[in-house]
């Protein structure tokens, strides 16, 4: 079973990155009534700003003992490089972290690659 939602993006494409903070913390403020009412299990996200929020949100929940969920990121299959400013903070706060590049997989150890998933 699964649910759609839609929640406010965190930044617009050309967005400034100082009125991005305004932004991204409405999303988080819309965000964890939605995280709260659905706790769920899993998040599997692929690398838009919008998937941040929510991962906070759901971090949070597990802080703070109510609902530990597993958040598993997919870096986008054109990030072949460097990583996306999604993958660079949620590199450090999913639980699994896949990339569909050798070379990344080589830059940064904590993720996984599983070759081309896309």
């Known amino acids: 079973q699964f649910t759609l939602d839609r929640i406010p993006r965190s930044r617009e494409v050309r967005q400034s990155w100082t009125s991005s903070v305004v932004t991204t913390l409405y999303s988080i403020l819309y965000s964890l009534p939605l995280t709260y009412k659905l706790k769920p299990d899993l998040i599997?996200?692929?690398?838009p700003g919008t998937c941040?929020?929510?991962c906070?949100?759901?971090l949070l929940l597990g802080l703070l003992g109510i609902k530990r969920t597993i958040i598993v990121y997919v870096e986008?299959?054109?990030r072949v490089e460097t990583l996306?400013?999604?993958g660079k903070i949620l590199y450090y706060f999913s639980d699994?972290?896949?990339?569909?590049?050798?070379?990344?997989k080589q830059k940064y150890p904590k993720s996984v690659y599983l070759g081309r998933i896309v």
Not at 44 to 47: H, K, V
Not at 96 to 104: A, E, G, K, T
């Open 76 to 78: 986008s299959i054109c």
């Open 44 to 47: 599997l996200c692929n690398g």
């Open 96 to 104: 699994y972290f896949i990339v569909q590049w050798p070379d990344l």
């Open 52 to 54: 941040v929020p929510v």
């Open 84 to 86: 996306s400013l999604s």
């Open 56 to 58: 906070i949100c759901a």
